[in-house]
């Protein structure tokens, strides 16, 4: 069964304190890796797609790397506008009609 | 820019009332998506459209139905809403071709409360 398992399920910092985030998956064939940061009450806002092991990308302070079995969210230097819970959804490659599987997310909260 | 775009921020409806939820996208997309959000579930698929006038369900289809007579244009639909539906609803585009295939671009959501 495929499935995406996020960890930790939350993470508290100062700001400044750099730190990682997890996302673990088992699907058939990935064919995709997505990261998304959500604020309280609104939609998940797309940050990044991983397509192959060895991949990065980076944007201001996030970093997503990709491995085989999981991809990392590195976020440098953290500051208070950081906070946010952040999503992790893969595609599998069986998958021709964009369905994603969503992990249930880490809480990041960054104290000035 | 993606823009999807959701015609209620928060609604209030009444238990056996009929609800539609509407969702806009402008990206020409072929593919849209309505989830619901609740806290410890996570995000929960109910339906997807890949194409106009074609539906497939998702994990909790029950009690709710979709239509997508344009492209751009998907609906939610409760048909007699029930306490439990109360919840964040999520609707989601996106392209199957091309440099960013697959990523899902998110509306702004709609709190629905049913009393």
């Known amino acids: 069964e495929d499935q995406v398992t996020q960890s930790p399920e939350a993470l508290r910092l100062q700001e400044g304190e750099s730190s990682s985030l997890n996302c673990s998956y088992t699907?058939?064939?990935?064919?995709?890796l997505f990261w998304y940061r959500q604020d309280p009450g609104k939609g998940p806002e797309f940050l990044f797609t991983?397509?192959?092991a060895g991949e990065e990308k980076e944007k201001e302070r996030l970093k997503a790397t990709l491995t085989k079995k999981e991809s990392f969210l590195h976020i440098t230097a953290p500051k208070p506008e950081d906070s946010a819970t952040y999503l992790c959804a893969v595609q599998a490659g069986s998958s021709n009609t964009g369905k994603l599987i969503f992990g249930q997310g880490t809480t990041l909260q960054v104290k000035p | 820019d993606v823009k999807v775009t959701q015609s209620s921020r928060y609604l209030v409806k009444r238990t056996g009332e009929k609800v539609f939820l509407e969702c806009v996208q402008d990206?020409?997309?072929?593919?849209m998506f309505w989830y619901r959000q609740d806290p410890g579930l996570g995000l929960r698929l109910i339906y997807f459209s890949y194409d106009v006038k074609m539906k497939e369900k998702g994990d909790i289809p029950e009690g709710y139905s979709v239509s997508r007579e344009k492209k751009e244009r998907f609906s939610l639909i409760l048909e007699s809403a029930s306490t439990n539906q109360t919840s964040m609803y999520l609707c989601?585009?996106?392209?199957?071709w091309g440099q960013g295939r697959d990523t899902q671009y998110f509306g702004p959501g709609t709190r629905l409360t049913v009393l």
């Open positions: 989601a585009s996106s392209s199957s």
């Open positions: 991983l397509y192959s």
């Open positions: 699907v058939s064939g990935l064919r995709g």
């Open positions: 990206m020409d997309h072929e593919n």
